[in-house]
Each structure stands twice: as structure tokens, then as C-alpha cells.
């Protein structure tokens, strides 16, 4: 079982950056047998994928739109995925999820993922 909490979310100008975080409760399995993802959905959208890492950190992938603004990491010893927004457009407006999977290293389809967070909402707006 895995418990996920994410925070950082906010208003930010277009241009701006924000960091989230997700911070994991693990029972049974540690925190780096999990590969990690972060989606987002917009009003009246299904929920994208928009970046994923491997339970050791060494392989990352990112949505096209994403691409060279966002940047994410983990820290296993804090048992905490980190989704970093730089450049940020109005279109990123969305509920940031994050995810995680047991059942592969890595995953970009939201199927393949086994516990989800609350998320939280990222607004970018002048």
C-alpha cells in the first residue's frame, strides 16, 4: 500500500516557476520499488501524462509539451518525488496528480499505475 500527498501547487504569472513535491507512506514495500509518475488534468480534459521516473532515478521520459520547462527527480531517503515547472504557460493550468507503479520500472500510460495522490492545483494566469 501507498499513501501519496502532494503539495507546491499554486498561482504563478506565466514565465514563473513552481516545485512539487509528493511525499509517499509506504506499508510492505519501500519507497524505491515504486516507479513514479506526474499527471495533470484540465477542466473538461481526460488526465495527461506528464513525466515519469524509474525506482532508481536513472530513466526519465516527458510528455512533448513539457519537454525542456519541467524537470523531475526523486529522493528515495525521503521517500519524496519532486516535479519541477520552470517556464510555465497558462496551458499548464491543471490538478497535478502524482502516481505510482509496482508493477514496472517506468510507466508513461496511467494504466499502468497502482495509487494516485489528491493532487493539487497548479493555476498559471496574470
Known amino acids: 500500500q501507498v499513501q501519496l500527498v502532494e503539495s507546491g501547487g499554486g498561482l504563478v504569472q506565466p514565465g514563473g516557476s513552481l516545485r512539487l513535491s509528493c511525499t509517499a507512506t509506504?506499508?510492505?514495500?519501500?519507497?524505491?520499488?515504486?516507479?513514479m509518475g506526474w499527471f495533470r488534468q484540465a477542466p473538461g480534459k481526460e488526465r495527461e501524462f506528464v513525466t515519469a521516473i524509474s525506482r532508481r532515478g536513472s530513466s526519465t521520459h516527458y510528455a512533448d509539451s513539457v519537454k525542456g520547462r519541467f524537470t523531475i527527480s526523486r529522493d528515495n531517503a525521503k521517500n519524496t518525488v519532486y516535479l519541477q515547472m520552470n517556464s510555465l504557460k497558462p496551458e499548464d493550468t491543471a490538478i497535478y496528480y502524482c502516481?505510482?507503479?509496482?508493477?514496472?520500472?517506468?510507466?508513461?500510460?496511467?494504466?499502468?499505475?497502482?495509487?494516485w495522490g489528491q493532487g493539487t492545483q497548479v493555476t498559471v494566469s496574470s
Open positions: 509506504t506499508s510492505g514495500r519501500t519507497f524505491e520499488t515504486y516507479g
Open positions: 502516481a505510482a507503479t509496482s508493477k514496472v520500472t517506468f510507466a508513461t500510460l496511467k494504466n499502468n499505475y497502482d495509487y
